[in-house]
């Protein structure tokens, strides 16, 4: 069956949530299925998101254009950010600041302070133990789908209720904050805004919407940076949305970076 854009440009789902259940882990990593569907990715209103930024220059968010239609499909993306009880587990090591590992929360807090490189080594380990699944960084189209949530605009849902969906500087106390505090979004998925940036699979290029393709787009074939996405407990408002894109080195470690998962059942 063929799907074509609303003229509200929302999401068109392919499947219901239902048609394929949650996955949970030894590790109590939990991963919701995501439906498929087309969206547009990038950023719509060039013009409102400028006039939250502070320096109010366009080309500092141009990256964001040209927005386009792209269509995903079904994959299962973590419910949340990969705590640091789940790495210790995993790679028995603290990263991060000594004082995330002596706070009461500890176990829920998630885990930061870790190099793209870093969480391919995690990654690796975790395909090596686990016997069901393979696990991988979303790409930047699968972070933004499930960001936005099936539904248009700079955010999902309006400005004044951002402290309810995500940890910013405005709320946090500029601290790092357990998962799974603030509301889920209409996936079920949590802190996909603010924070812990996430660490996504793609290099980044610039230009790279101009020519992305449509369907399950994998980012550029190289680059020297890749993307990190959602904005932190530490970012203003005009950072946390699902269209913005931070490009990093990928051995850059800082106290405000995580990452979450994809799941996949393995093949024989």
Same mark, same amino acid.
């Given at each position: 069956m063929r799907f074509i854009l609303s003229l509200l440009w929302l999401v068109t789902p392919l499947c219901s949530l239902a048609d394929t259940g949650p996955v949970e882990n030894r590790w109590g990593m939990t991963f919701l299925a995501i439906p498929s569907g087309q969206f547009i990715m990038g950023t719509r209103d060039i013009d409102a998101a400028t006039m939250e930024h502070p320096s109010g220059d366009a080309s500092q968010i141009r990256d964001e254009?040209?927005?386009?239609?792209?269509?995903?499909?079904?994959?299962?993306?973590?419910?949340?950010e990969v705590t640091q009880q789940q790495w210790l587990a995993v790679m028995d090591t603290r990263p991060g600041p000594e004082a995330n590992w002596q706070r009461e929360d500890w176990q829920k807090l998630p885990v930061v302070t870790v190099s793209w490189h870093r969480v391919m080594d995690f990654i690796? $380990?975790?395909?090596? *133990?686990?016997?069901?699944y393979d696990y991988r960084l979303p790409t930047e189209a699968e972070w933004?789908? $499930? $960001?936005?949530?099936?539904?248009?605009?700079?955010?999902?849902?309006?400005?004044?209720?951002?402290?309810?969906?995500?940890?910013?500087?405005?709320?946090?106390?500029?601290?790092? *904050? $357990?998962? /799974?505090?603030?509301?889920?979004?209409?996936?079920?998925?949590?802190?996909?805004?603010?924070?812990?940036?996430?660490?996504?699979?793609?290099?980044?290029?610039?230009?790279?919407y101009s020519n992305?393709? /449509?369907?399950?787009? *994998?980012?550029?074939?190289?680059?020297?940076?890749?993307?990190?996405?959602?904005?932190s407990f530490h970012c203003p408002v005009h950072l946390v949305r699902p269209g913005y894109r931070a490009p990093e080195l990928p051995d850059k470690r800082y106290s405000v970076l995580g990452f979450r998962l994809v799941a996949e059942p393995k093949k024989n």
């Open positions: 254009t040209p927005p386009h239609p792209v269509n995903i499909g079904t994959f299962h993306l973590g419910r949340t690796n $380990a975790l395909n090596e *133990q686990d016997s069901a933004e789908y $499930a $960001a936005r949530g099936g539904r248009d605009g700079l955010r999902p849902f309006d400005i004044d209720k951002l402290d309810e969906y995500a940890w910013t500087i405005s709320n946090s106390g500029d601290n790092l *904050q $357990a998962v /799974a505090t603030r509301r889920e979004n209409p996936f079920g998925i949590h802190d996909l805004y603010g924070n812990a940036w996430e660490w996504t699979q793609d290099w980044y290029a610039p230009d790279y992305s393709p /449509a369907d399950n787009p *994998q980012g550029p074939p190289n680059g020297i940076k890749r993307v990190r996405r959602g904005g």
